[in-house]
């Protein structure tokens, strides 16, 4: 259908405008071809991914003080310059994205030209972000690792991985910023400091706060989403992440104050709440199920979830009201500053309360629910159905964005 795209297509195309019109014209023209074309896309993506890891020192040199080349605009020139003295630095910091290599890390204190950079062997800054295009910064620890580590996520404005990149702007948006930090352990703890990531954090903050923004870390929080599911190499610690698949790339979902996020590997994505259009569950099974997010631009779906975390899933996304597409204007208008369209009541677009649900969601819930059950009965060997398949669960190809050869015949079972 015209004007929905694969997401995959506009990240692989995000930096050519005029490209990414005429794939979108040829979709349209041909939506038999838009497998083709995700698939080019998903190529292409994969190969930019591998070329971080490669040594890129010589593309990225910065080749004049106007910024012009290495991808740099106007607003990160001064950055750039290493006249521009650091406030924080932080040695052999490890990182993974947009290269996977040590770089040292520099926080800039600077309100006008000051940001996040890292700086290879030869003082060279080799990549950047202004606090002005910083648009969230996540702290998430990283799963299944017997030593506490935690990843540093710098998305920048337009740099989500979910939305297209506006066609007005003239440069494409810096690259998000990925890097490790390892806790301390043993004779590495200083006596009087805390050996975590807080004080890292902290200082990002107090940047964030001296450029003028109202950004802060982001941390997972109990109150958000807690896993079900025991972290055995942990015993006792809480898990805030889900382990799912994107096509056939493994990763780990995040269920965060602000948002969903998906990592570490890329293509990164993120959900704000104004950007979903609504959640459901397909394929449906015993001990896995998958989780689709509606945008304005498209589906994306989350495949092998665990059942056991279902119950925390949808609990995190019936308060945020994200399963009704009712509430989805109102959101983005909440975002945007501006009021609820015209022709909705008060109670069409109240928000959930801290303690749940409104009363319209309510109603809508329990009515969806009857209807699930009625679907449940009439539809023909569901036999491994489980409680909780409803929440607009549909049985058609709804997640197109999901990789198609990938577990074929747990999505054949769902949709008997």
């Known amino acids: ?45 994969d190969q930019t991914s591998q070329s971080t890891t490669e040594p890129t020192s010589k593309k990225r040199k910065l080749e004049d003080k106007n910024g012009e ?24 910091v490890s990182f993974s994205i947009p290269q996977r290599k040590k770089f040292t890390l520099e926080l800039v204190d600077n309100k006008k030209d000051g940001g996040i950079r890292a700086l290879n062997a030869e003082g060279n800054v080799e990549f950047c972000i202004p606090w002005s295009q910083v648009d969230q910064v996540f702290c998430l620890p990283i799963p299944e690792k017997a030593k506490r580590q935690h990843h540093f996520v710098v998305l920048p404005v337009h740099g989500d991985g979910v939305n297209p990149v506006p066609e007005h702007l003239k440069e494409a948006p810096p690259e998000p910023i990925v890097w490790t930090f390892e806790e301390a352990t043993g004779k590495n703890i200083v006596e009087g400091e805390d050996p975590g990531p807080g004080p890292m954090a902290e200082a990002i903050h107090h940047c964030l706060k001296r450029a003028g923004t109202k950004k802060s870390v982001i941390f997972p929080n109990a109150k958000d989403f807690e896993s079900a599911i025991p972290q055995s190499h942990r015993k006792g610690e809480k898990g805030f992440h889900v382990k799912a698949h994107r096509g056939s790339k493994e990763g780990y979902l995040f269920f965060t104050s602000v948002g969903i996020f998906y990592g570490f590997k890329k293509p990164l994505a993120f959900f704000d709440f104004a ?23 498209g589906d994306i779906e989350f495949g092998m979830l665990d059942q056991d975390d279902y119950t925390g ?72 159905e489980s409680d909780g398949s409803g929440d607009d669960s549909e049985e058609d190809s709804e997640g197109e964005d999901y990789d198609e050869d990938e577990d074929d015949d747990d999505e054949m079972e769902g949709q008997e």
């Open 275 to 297: 950007s979903v259009t609504s959640i459901s569950y397909t394929a449906v099974l015993r001990n896995t199920f998958n989780m689709v997010i509606s945008t304005q631009t």
């Open 313 to 384: 899933i949808n609990e995190y996304v019936q308060k945020h009201g994200l399963q009704d597409a009712s509430m989805a204007a109102a959101r983005r208008a909440k975002k945007l500053n501006v009021n609820p369209p015209a022709n909705k009541g008060a109670d069409d677009t109240a928000e959930p309360d801290e303690g749940g649900l409104s009363e319209l969601q309510k109603a809508e819930q329990e009515l969806q629910d009857m209807e699930d059950e009625d679907e449940e009965d009439y539809e023909p060997g569901q036999e491994e």
């Open 69 to 92: 080349q290495n991808g740099t605009t106007t607003s990160t020139a001064a950055l750039t310059s290493t006249d521009l003295k650091a406030w924080k630095t932080y040695p052999a």
């Open 1 to 45: 259908m015209p004007g929905s795209h694969p997401q995959e297509v506009d990240l692989a195309f995000a930096g050519n405008h005029e490209l990414r019109k005429r794939v979108h014209a040829a979709i349209d023209q041909n939506p038999t071809q838009s497998t083709l074309f995700r698939d080019i896309s998903t190529y292409i993506l």
